[in-house]
């Protein structure tokens, strides 16, 4: 049975994109004025902002009051991300220029996801990011198409996030 391929939008200031597999995903550079990654069709839904560790840390410690501006308009999407090419252990090994403690990054880490709703993933190196964000956009896609999965209905409510509950489960 053929599948579409599902078309991710990356933008046009994304320096390093991810490639995709392209027997599942096709890509198409565009201007986005909030993150780095989105899906066609669901533009105005779900958006993914891509961090390098040292681009995380230098974001959320060295140019926060800009970045809590970005923070406000991702908390507006009913699905917005944070994926970090890094996990904990390379924050607690100080694998990043900077002088901030570990506990100061994580500490933002987690005040973005309590105070906007937005996640930090912690996704590991950057094969390990595609994967899952692959696996993530799919899931996405298939949810606000409305395609069962694990027993839950993929409709989508008033608020569209793999985050929060979607429909009813059992």
């Not at 958006?47 to 140019?63: A, M, P, Q, S, Y």
């Not at 923070?71 to 944070?82: E, S």
């Not at 198409?145 to 059992?170: C, E, H, L, Q, Y």
């Amino acid at each position: 049975m053929a599948t579409d391929l599902i078309t991710v939008l990356i933008d046009t200031r994304e320096q390093r994109p991810f490639s995709f597999d392209h027997s599942r995903f096709t890509t198409q550079r565009a201007t986005m004025r909030t993150g780095d990654y989105t899906v066609l069709g669901l533009e105005k839904e779900l958006v993914i902002e891509r961090k390098n560790l040292g681009d995380f840390v230098g974001t959320v410690i060295g140019d926060w009051l800009r970045f809590k501006k970005e923070l406000i308009r991702m908390a507006a999407f009913d699905t917005a991300a944070i994926v970090v090419e890094a996990n904990l252990d390379d924050v607690f090994a100080r694998r990043y220029e900077s002088d901030a403690e570990p506990s100061s990054i994580i500490g933002r880490a987690n005040a973005i996801h309590l105070d906007f709703g937005v996640p930090v993933l912690w996704w590991g190196p950057r094969t390990g990011c595609v994967v899952m964000l692959e696996s993530y956009l799919e899931l996405a896609v298939k949810k606000t198409s409305g395609i069962r999965i694990d027993g839950a209905t993929g409709n989508r409510g008033p608020s569209f996030s793999p985050f929060k509950p979607i429909g009813k489960v059992g």
